[in-house]
């Protein structure tokens, strides 16, 4: 079982950057595939990206590709979100995940959860 807790979200003007931190504890971080999903108000969670095991394959969003990186150092139990051109509309709750099979777009499929970090960008 893996604990993961998300931090960095803020409120920043449209065009800012921002990088958000999930840190791990528990079992062997490196062993699961981490993901970064978003939810607005009234919207179900959404995909943003996702990161293999050891870092050498990711996805994402076609809304934020070319704008955020994902990445992960596995010696410090840590996965980023590199957002930059941030605009209004990736105003929500971003949420980090962690799951044992491969990488996955499906929210469904991530085993665990963290409690969120508010990202809220204004225009």
């Known amino acids: 079982q893996v604990q993961v807790v998300e931090s960095g979200g803020g409120l920043v003007q449209a065009g800012d950057s921002l990088r958000l931190t999930c840190a791990a504890s528990?079992?062997?971080?490196?062993?699961?595939?981490m993901g970064w999903f978003r939810q607005a108000p009234g919207k179900e969670r959404e995909f943003v990206a996702a990161?293999?095991?050891?870092?050498?394959?990711?996805s994402y969003a076609a809304s934020v590709k070319g704008r955020f990186t994902i990445s992960r150092g596995n010696a410090k139990n840590t996965m980023y979100l590199q957002m930059i051109s941030l605009k209004p509309e990736d105003t929500a709750v971003y949420y980090c995940?962690?799951?044992?099979?491969?990488?996955?777009?499906?929210?469904?499929?991530?085993?665990?959860w963290g409690q969120g970090t508010q990202v809220t960008v204004s225009s």
């Open positions: 990161i293999s095991r050891n870092g050498d394959a990711t």
């Open positions: 995940a962690a799951r044992l099979g491969l990488r996955s777009l499906m929210a469904y499929e991530y085993d665990y």
């Open positions: 528990g079992r062997t971080f490196s062993t699961y595939t």
